[in-house]
T-cell receptor, first 114, second 113 residues
Framework: ETGVTQSPTHLIKTRGQQVTLRCSSQ?????VSWYQQALGQGPQFIFQ???????GRGNFPPRFSGLQFPNYSSELNVNALELDDSALYLC?????????????FGPGTRLTVT | ELKVEQNPLFLSMQEGKNYTIYCNYS?????LYWYRQDPGKSLESLFV?????AVKQEGRLMASLDTKARLSTLHITAAVHDLSATYFC?????????????FGTGTLLAIQP
């Protein structure tokens, strides 16, 4: 069974640019959530995708957007990058949406904005 | 709004000693998680606590949940250097439409030989 994978591992971007991060969910999982973890803080929920639709969103501006594909993999897109967007971005998948289903985290993508 | 607080934020301890990390949350939650995170790495799931009075143990770590007090504890017994890491608790509302985890601030545990 393949776990959650993310790409790339590390990324350096310049302020104002756009970035796309990718996540492949664990086999059998149809729900993907994205979290942002700034240095020294706990992860913050960005949004969740269930069956290709957004299913809940945290307190993040619209320049954070996402997609989920028919194979349940997902992308996180961030436009107009700001220095504060520098963080570890974690993807998590679960069997279904809803609080009864445990999330399994991927290795993360470290984004640095200069 | 659900809030999660951990204390202490930083804990330096010697090998062989016992200590407890505390996790308080502000509103009713039916599911509590403990994670370990090594520097620059992702989250490793340690425990899932589902009901009041739940207690789980794995090696030198033991977690418990008191839903009435909205409190969970992570107890470290006879600490060893390999347990040095940041520990997070997180809560979720079982039965909701979105499984959104709310994380605590984390406890950085440094175990000195």
């Amino acid at each position: 069974e393949t776990g959650v994978t993310q790409s790339p591992t590390h990324l350096i971007k310049t302020r104002g640019q756009q970035v796309t991060l990718r996540c492949s969910s664990q086999s059998g999982h149809n729900t993907v959530s994205w979290y942002q973890q700034a240095l020294g803080q706990g992860p913050q929920f960005i949004f969740q995708y269930y069956r290709e639709e957004e299913n809940g969103r945290g307190n993040f501006p619209p320049r954070f957007s996402g997609l989920q594909f028919p194979n349940y993999s997902s992308e996180l897109n961030v436009n107009a990058l700001e220095l504060d967007d520098s963080a570890l971005y974690l993807c998590a998948s679960s069997t279904k949406a809803g609080g009864d289903y445990e999330q399994y985290f991927g290795p993360g993508t470290r984004l640095t904005v200069t | 709004e659900l809030k999660v607080e951990q204390n202490p934020l930083f804990l330096s301890m010697q090998e062989g000693k016992n200590y407890t990390i505390y996790c308080n949350y502000s509103t009713t939650s039916d599911r509590l998680y403990w994670y370990r995170q090594d520097p620059g790495k992702s989250l490793e799931s340690l425990f899932v606590l589902l009901s009041n009075g739940a207690v789980k143990q794995e090696g030198r770590l033991m977690a418990s949940l008191d839903t009435k007090a909205r409190l969970s504890t992570l107890h470290i017994t006879a600490a060893v250097h390999d347990l040095s890491a940041t520990y997070f608790c997180a809560v979720d509302k079982a039965g909701g439409a979105t499984n959104k985890l709310i994380f605590g601030t984390g406890t950085l545990l440094a175990i000195q030989p």
